[in-house]
């Protein structure tokens, strides 16, 4: 590149999202771009860990009832409808400020930040930071409506249909789509359309997954998404996520993981705003000590609704798994799932705690919350076949039986198999679709 150009990024306040965007300014700076940064006070990212970024902070609504009820589909309407006039005048200020801007770079959430960017008239890239198939599946949802697919809603569903596929969307189950909405179904399905409409607008596309892994959606997403498009992940294998991580990550997580054999630990965690009841901590809990595997398990607080750490967990649990067993409150994940001792992740299906795990060859147990989470868990037990979803939720019997599985048994070996290949590949990446990247994002302006 012959002169630095100047790229602004601004990314959706959640842990999940944060993590990627800190991650793909890292990959732009090495490519000789100049970093600015755009940022919420609610989940502020940590300035000073990033000398070689300019950070703007916008000024927004999101108040501390909020940020504490995690009410996520509140927070979307906020950062789509308060913050967007901020978003203006920060842009404004930017713009008149430099005149080696490029483009803007925002989550694929953000959507509203594509009428601001016509606006002030600089380019709009989206940074969509799940997999293909679950956007995919995203977009797939208004047909499902108007097909009156959300009338089951009202219906008292049997198990068996909530066990069948849906024809539009192989290969999901009915019990996969239904639980992909937050709370308000319309409200879910409303923000879904805003980002999918905000996203055809843009002028490229940009998504933390590889090829390899989604190549069976790669032309349904051409056909689809007319836009330039890069799929330029693993991010993490470019800069870890352990310096935008919004929690002390708890380091004797690893000491301990040093006194364990080999492949013997599964690692549980459920990332950072899954949410479940004191009964289903119990399931897991049980589930976790019938099955005689030693486990490290990330209890973030928030995890279990009104209440503080562990106090919903039986004293015997406590007891009976005090040798084998290893809470925190949040870990190095990164360098959890590269430890020698950990051979099994539970995750709830989040996109980076997947793709941690397939780079670090871990198999995975898979249970989902929400949103892609559903879509994601779906595909690694259907079509990836890197892990096992517990199809029941959470149940001890079958948490039981899966951790056997995945630790012990030939499914285990195989799917260790399928990601050791898989991670070769990764291993062998060219750089070509991070050129490619580089060089669209200079010709946009
Ligand atoms: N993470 C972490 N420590 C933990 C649990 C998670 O650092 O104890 C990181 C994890 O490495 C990942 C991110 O938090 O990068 C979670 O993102 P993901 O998309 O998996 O889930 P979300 O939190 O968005 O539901």
Known sequence: MDKARRVILFPLPFQGHINPMIQLANILHSKGFTISIIHTRYNSPDPSNYPHFKFHLLPDQV????????????????????????????????????????????????????????????????????????????????????????????????????????????????????????????????????????????????????????????????????????????????????????????????????????????????GSLAAMDGKTLIEVAWGLANSMQPFLWVVRPGLVQGSEWLESLPNEFLEITSERGYIVKWAPQQEVLSHPAVGGFWTHSGWNSVLESICEGVPMICSSFFGDQMVNSRYINDVWKLGIKLECGFEREEIESAIRKIMNLKEGQEIREKLSCLKEKIDGFSSTPLNALSDFICSTR
């Not at 400020?97 to 770079?105: N, S």
């Not at 239904?178 to 905000?198: P, S, V």
């Not at 294998?237 to 013997?264: E, G, H, M, P, V």
């Open 63 to 270: 108040s501390e009832d909020e940020a504490s009820k995690h009410d996520i589909l509140r927070v979307l309407h906020l950062l789509n409808t308060h913050c967007i006039p901020l978003l203006r005048e920060c842009l404004g200020k930017l713009l008149s400020a430099h005149h080696d801007i490029c483009c803007m770079i925002t989550d694929a959430m953000i959507y509203s930040s594509q009428a601001v960017a016509e606006d002030v008239g600089i380019p709009r890239i989206v940074l969509r930071t799940s997999s293909v198939c679950s956007f995919l599946a995203f977009a797939a949802l208004p047909l499902l409506q108007q097909n009156g697919f959300y009338s089951h809603l009202n219906l008292p569903l049997d198990s068996r249909s909530w066990e069948d596929p849906v024809l539009e969307l192989p290969p999901l189950k009915v019990k996969d789509v239904l639980g992909i909405h937050i709370k308000n179904l319309n409200d879910t399905l409303n923000i879904i359309n805003d980002m999918i409409q905000g996203t055809k607008k843009a002028s490229g596309l940009i998504f933390n997954t590889f090829q390899d892994l989604e190549e069976p959606n790669l032309s349904n997403l051409q056909e689809h998404f007319r836009l330039p498009t890069f799929l330029i992940g693993p991010f993490h294998k470019f800069f870890s996520a352990a310096s935008s991580s919004l929690l002390t990550q708890d380091r004797s997580s690893i000491s301990w993981l040093d006194t364990q054999k080999t492949n013997s630990v599964l690692y549980v965690s459920f």
